[in-house]
Every structure is written in C-alpha cells, then in structure tokens.
C-alpha cells in the first residue's frame, strides 16, 4: 500500500518532497495545485473588497472637499459681516426684543407665583402645627403669606380674585390656631429652654413683638396656667404643686432667657431673607425654586428686623420681680379660694407638706420676694383652712344630734323586745367566728336596737372624722424640715428676719401642729358645749310630754344614746396624751329623763302594794305565828313588802338592765321611798288604827266587859299588824333608803309599843334578812 501523501506546508523545501515514492509526489503534486487554487480565489476576494473600499473613501474625500469650500464661503461671509458697528445694533435690536416679551408676561407670571405660593401657605402651616417644634418655621410661612396677600390686595380691588380674601380668612384662622399652640408651649413647665427660646422667636415674629412684649406676654400665660391649675376637684396636691413649681420654674426660665438668650435667637432672624432660609426653601408645597424670581421684590427680599436689643438687663429684672410679687399673690389668694371647697383633712395636710417642701427647696431663689415671708403666709394659709376643717367636722356634731329629733318626732314603739334568746336568727350570722352574733349580743345586752345604733353609727363616723387630726399632727410632729440644704438657704435669708426668731424646724413641726391641736379642742368644747344645750332642751321637752308610756320609750331611748355618746366622749382628745374631756351630760341635766322611767317603774308597783296593804290591814292574818323572841316579832316581811322589791327589780329589768347607772337607781330608790311613805302615812291614817278608836277600846278592857275582851283582841291584831308594818318600813328602807328610819316609823314604833330593845331586835333581824336576799334584787342593790 502506498504511503500517505504528508501535508505540504509541513515541507520545508522542494527537495523533501521527492524523498517520498512517486505516487506519493503526484499526490502532493495534486494537493499544491488545490492550495494555489484555494488561494488565487482567496486573494481575488480580498483584492475586490479592498477595491471598493478605496472607492467609498474616494467619494468621502470629494464630499469633505465640497463641505470646506462651503464653509470657507460661509466664513468668509460672517468675517465681512462680523465688525463692532454690526454687533451693536443686533445687540440692541435682541435687547428690545426680550424686554418687549417680558412686559407682556412679566404681570401674568407674578400674579400666578403669588397666587400659587399663597394657596399653599396654609397646607403648610397646618401640616406645620400637627408636628411639634415647627412653630418658628410655621410663623416664618405666616410672614411670607402676609407679603403675598398684602401684594395680591394692591391694585384694582375689582381684579382681585374671591379666593385672596378666603386665604386671608383662612391664615387668620391659623394665625390663632398658631397663637394657642405657641401660648401651650410656653405655659409648659417642663421643657427645653432652646425649645422655649425658639417659641418665643416664633410669638415675636407672628405679632411683631418686642422682646418687652415677649417677656410680658410669657408672664401673662405662665400667670394663666398657674391661676388655671388652682381649681377644685380631684388632684388638688398635684395641681397646687404644679402651681407653684410652674411659678418658680417661670423665674429661672426668664433669669435664663432674658435678655441675652432671647436677643441672640432674634438677631439670628436678620442674616437672610426669609424665603432664602434653607428650611423655608425645603418646603415642597410652596415650590419656591420655581416661583422665586416671581413672587415680588418685597416678599423676595423681606428680612425680618427684630429689634432684639430692645431690652436690657436692669428692666427685665424690673419686670421679672414686679411678676413675682403678683404670681406669689396671686397663687396663695387662688390657694385659699381651692381651699374653701375642699374638707379633706388629709389631703389638705399632704398639700402643706408639698407646698412647704416645694417652697423651701426652691423658694429662696425667687428674685423679687422675701423667702420667709412667703413661707409665712403658706403657713398661716393651710394651718388656718386645717382649722377651719377641724371646727367644721366638730359643728357637724350638731346634724348628727339632729337625728335624735328625727328619731323622736317620727316614734315608733318597739314590738318586739330586746332578747338574748333571739339575738340570732340564722345560722349563717355564726360563721367567720361568729362576729355578727357576739356583737348582736353585746348590742342586745346594752339596748342597742336600731333607733339607738342608727345615731351610734353617725356619732362614731363623726368622731372619727374628727379624730382624724391625730394622725396629721402626728404626722406634722414628725416631719424633719432642717437638713444642710435648707440651713444654707436660711442663712441668705438672715438678713430680713428677726434674730430670736424660731428655728424652720419649731415652726413646722412645733408651732403649726400645737395651734392645731388648740383649735381642735376649742372647737370640740364647742361641740360638747351645743351637745349638752341640744340635750338638756330634748330632756325638756320629753318631761313636759304627756304621751304616757310612749314618753317613757322616748326618754329610755334618749338615756340610751347619752350612755353611748357619753362612753365615746373620753376618746376625744387630741393629742392622745392630752386629758379626755369629762362627758357633758351632768345629772341634773338628766333627772328629768330619770324621773320619767322612774315614775313608770315605782308608781303600777306603789300602787299595788298600797292595794295589797290594804286588804292586809282588813284580812288581819295570822302571820305573827312565825315570829321569834320574847316578846315574839317578826323575822320576816310580808309578803306585799317582798312582792314591792321583786316587782321594781323585774319591772327595771323588763325597761333595760343597761339603763340602771347608779344616778338612775338613785331616782328609783328616792321615788319609791317617798310614794311609799305616803302609802304608809294614809295607813296610819286609816280609821281601823285611830286614836280615839285605840283610847276607846282601853276603856273598855279597864270596865273588864266581854265587848272589852273582843276589842283587846282587836287591839291585839293590830298591834302585830304594826309591828309587821314596821319590819317591813325597815326592810323596805334597807333597799331604798339611806336612812335607816323615818317620821313614818318613828310614829308606827310608838304605835306599836316598840320598846328601844324591841326596835334593836327588829333592826337586827330586817339586816338578816336582807344580806339573806339582796340578790334576789340585784338592779337595786
């Protein structure tokens, strides 16, 4: 097989060629033939395509030759024509031109830029004032608006469009709106002094003020909201605080403010025109990069011209202590007008102490006022409303004796007496320790129902309120007022006060806590004093009553409410260590009412037992059967005497045990004693044991008849009635009296034929028996 042909251009020269057989060659031979051809058609291509191309450059150059003839003709041209004369008079001809175009739309434009501006003034400045600290630039707009309208006015009225008097109307709206939220700032204590600075640029620019204006308007408003936060109502601590730290606080801003600070923020208005200010340019409504070179020369170049030295340091400190003379007046004179309103004691302490404390810190530093003297009058302001408090809660003691009237006027009888045995009626009043049943047993126990509770409870609720001044003085007692701070601030005020007055420390919380205390207890005696008049006048008016029993539940419900009131009265001291004060209720002031429930116990039981002793004396019983010694007497008494003592015990029992103080049973005994005296004096006094009739039947035992033996043993029985009778005065007396006898038994002893030895057994055996049963009559012992 014939070797491969060898690529051609791989040989190096023709030589190599034949070194290879000849069928090999003649393929080689074939092969360079092909390349030649391939390359002859190449480089007919290439030469044709460069042809072509030297055929376009051929044409661009004749083209540019005809170009550079033209426009060295034309530049020819302009050179001839190019000289000063020519120029000139283009130069002017181009100048009338734009001039005559610009006075044809120069008014039109102007208008339309004012007019826009103008519209949009008041989107500003509304979306100004939604935001807070944009018053300056708000007030800033406002000017600008001002020019525009006063512009847009000029001239023909009739020209001017409808809606420049609506925008008037409108920013005039705003202008207040913009007012109020200025006058808000400035009345807040709390804020930045740059913040107020800056507001106060914002009034002075808005109204044109002076700085003297400024500084008098800043006084008017913070004055406004001191006066403003005096009201009354809730939160009377904090607003009285508030009051009088805005009103210290007002003094440091205008000493920090006035003149320099204030001065300094005004020149700052004057070094560009108002529409050239950065922060009026970046307000996108107005589109002033637009409308600038239109709006008018006046609004275009207007610089404010505050005259920010118009105030110098010696007049606003003139001014400043003229304010603080009429704010301090005008906050203690709006402090009294709160006051009268408001009858919290606590919260009325708790604001003297804030007030105190606030002035003390602070006070001293108020330019235009003497520190202790203020200090002074804050005092004299709170201790005199705390007394004021103090005597009015002790005159409401007279509404609360009111309902004693009210009760009486409107009387009902009990139905249902007070019992033990139902002092509860359900089982659920024994749970939780079963405080509602020992407390209905203790009310039972004293009488206590609900007519007597119902006073009780507003009795206790004004003492109560009374006694609440304790814990203030306490309170005020304690209170430490000296520290390093305050003596330090004493020391600049030593000047103007005396040199053995007392000490900051004595007078807070030594004097003002005593004269208190003084007038607490005058006002309390006061009180006791109309108590006891009120009473002594209700146990009047009972006692002329002749409503019967119905009287007599009155007067147990009037002695009731006087036990009660009478057992509270000792707590009413202020301070606790001070002596309680004595009950006003003095038994003379009482017996009327005594007397009443007296006369409903002793007189049904006298006249029972006077009934009963009568019907003894005619029955003529044999009790003497019983008696004991030589000559026989009586060791006991007689059963009407008994029944007297048991019956007063349950008839005192069934009115009130709680009622029987020893003034009471006093009366009881007294009354008693005397309607039994009577009782014994109309029973000597009874034909049955008559002198004569006692003389006569002598006689006739003397003459020795049988009608003489029937009146001895008349005699007899009556003469151991007598002695009964006299063991009976004599038992009875040892309950109800102190003396042992009396002109009604020294008659029954004679009567009797009581001999001194017989009297002293009677005597003796009448004490026996007594101690034997002085407990059957406990309510009486």
Not at 375 to 382: C, K, Q, V, W, Y
Request: overall charge negative; some cysteine.
């Amino acid at each position: 097989m014939a070797a491969e042909a060898p690529d051609p251009r791989t040989l190096t020269s023709w030589d190599d060629a034949f070194q290879y057989p000849i069928p090999v060659v003649q393929k080689l031979e074939q092969q360079l033939r092909s390349h030649a051809a391939e390359n002859r058609e190449r480089l007919r291509s290439l030469v044709g395509a460069s042809y072509r191309d030297l055929l376009s450059t051929a044409e661009t150059i004749i083209d540019m030759s005809e170009q550079m003839q033209h426009v060295e003709s034309r530049l020819a041209h302009i050179g001839h024509n190019c000289n000063s004369r020519s120029l000139d008079r283009i130069a002017r001809t181009i100048a009338r031109s734009h001039a005559n175009t610009i006075s044809r739309g120069a008014e039109k434009y102007t208008f339309a830029s004012q007019l826009a501006v103008l519209r949009n003034c008041p989107i500003v400045i509304a979306r100004l004032l939604k935001s807070e600290g944009q018053y300056l630039l708000a007030a800033k707009v406002l000017v600008i608006a001002r020019l525009l309208h006063k512009a847009l006015s000029q001239g023909d009225a009739a020209k001017k469009p409808p809606i420049v008097d609506h925008l008037r109307d409108k920013l005039g709206s705003l202008r207040s709106k913009l007012l109020r939220r200025i006058d808000r700032r400035l009345a807040r204590a709390a804020g930045d002094t740059d913040v107020l600075v800056e507001t106060m640029c914002a009034y002075s620019l808005a109204t044109s003020s002076t700085p003297t204006d400024v500084l008098r308007h800043f006084h008017h408003v913070r004055m406004e909201k001191i006066l403003g936060s005096l009201q009354p109502g809730e939160g009377l601590k904090e607003h009285g605080v508030d009051a009088l730290k805005l009103c210290l606080q007002t003094c440091q801003d205008t000493q920090a403010i006035f003149p320099r600070r204030l001065a300094d923020a005004l020149a700052r208005l004057k070094t560009n025109p108002l529409v050239d200010n950065p922060d009026v340019r970046a307000l996108y409504e107005l589109s002033l990069d637009t409308h600038h070179r239109w709006i008018g020369e006046e609004a275009r170049n207007y610089t404010p011209w505050p005259r920010h030295d118009e105030l110098k340091r010696a007049d606003a400190e003139k001014l400043l202590h003229q304010w603080s003379k009429q704010a301090v007046s005008a906050f203690l004179k709006g402090i009294k007008e709160v006051l009268h309103d408001t009858r919290d004691l606590k919260e009325v302490a708790d604001l003297r102490r804030e007030l105190v404390e606030t002035w003390i810190v602070s006070g001293p530093r108020m330019a235009g006022v003497k520190s202790k003297s203020v200090l002074d009058e804050l005092r004299d302001t709170m201790n005199e409303h705390l007394a004021d408090i103090v005597s009015a809660r002790s005159e409401a003691l007279r509404a609360v004796i009111e309902v004693v009237p009210g009760v009486l006027k409107s009387w009902q009888d009990q139905q249902t007496p007070l019992s033990l045995l139902t002092a509860t009626s359900s089982a659920t009043e024994l749970s939780n320790g079963a405080q509602v049943f020992k407390q209905r047993i203790v009310d039972t126990h004293h009488g206590r129902d609900g007519n007597v509770i119902r006073v009780v409870t507003a009795f206790d609720k004004w003492m109560d309120s009374v006694l609440e001044v304790q814990a203030i003085v306490k309170h005020m007692k304690e209170t430490r007022w000296d520290d390093p701070l305050t003596d330090d601030l004493d020391v600049e005020d030593s000047d103007d006060d005396s040199a053995g007055e007392d000490t900051r420390q004595a007078l807070l919380s030594g004097e003002d806590p005593r004269l208190l205390e003084e007038a607490t207890q005058n006002a309390l005696a006061d009180a006791l004093s109309t108590l006891k008049h009120d009473f002594e006048q209700i146990s009047c008016d009972l006692s002329s009553d002749d409503e019967g029993d119905r009287t007599v539940t009155k007067a147990i419900f009037v002695l009731r409410v006087v036990r009660e009131i009478s057992d509270r009265v000792p707590r009413l001291r202020v301070p606790e260590s001070a002596t309680p004060p004595q009950s006003p209720f003095s038994a003379e002031a009482l017996l009327p009412l005594h007397e009443l429930v007296a006369g409903h116990v002793v007189r049904p039981v006298v006249a029972a037992y006077e009934k009963s002793l009568v019907a003894q004396w005619k029955s003529r019983s044999n009790s003497h059967i019983l008696w004991e010694g030589q000559p026989p007497l009586p060791v006991q008494p007689a059963p009407s005497a008994f029944r007297v003592l048991q019956a007063l015990a349950k008839s005192m029992a069934k009115c009130g045990s709680d009622l029987w103080v020893p003034e009471a049973v006093h009366v009881v005994k007294r009354m008693a004693a005397d309607e039994l005296e009577k009782v014994w004096d109309n029973c000597l006094r009874m034909p049955e044991l008559s002198e004569e009739e006692t003389a006569g039947g002598e006689e006739k035992a003397q003459e020795g008849s049988e009608e003489a033996k029937g009146d001895d043993s008349k005699i007899e029985q009556q003469m151991e009635c007598l002695r009964q009778l006299a063991f009976d005065i004599l038992y009875l007396h040892r309950f109800l009296s102190k003396d042992e006898e009396s002109a009604v038994a020294g008659r029954l002893f004679e009567k009797a034929g009581l001999d001194e030895g017989m009297q002293v057994r009677l005597k003796k055996s009448t004490g026996d028996y007594a101690r034997k049963t002085y407990l059957l009559f406990a309510l009486l012992a």
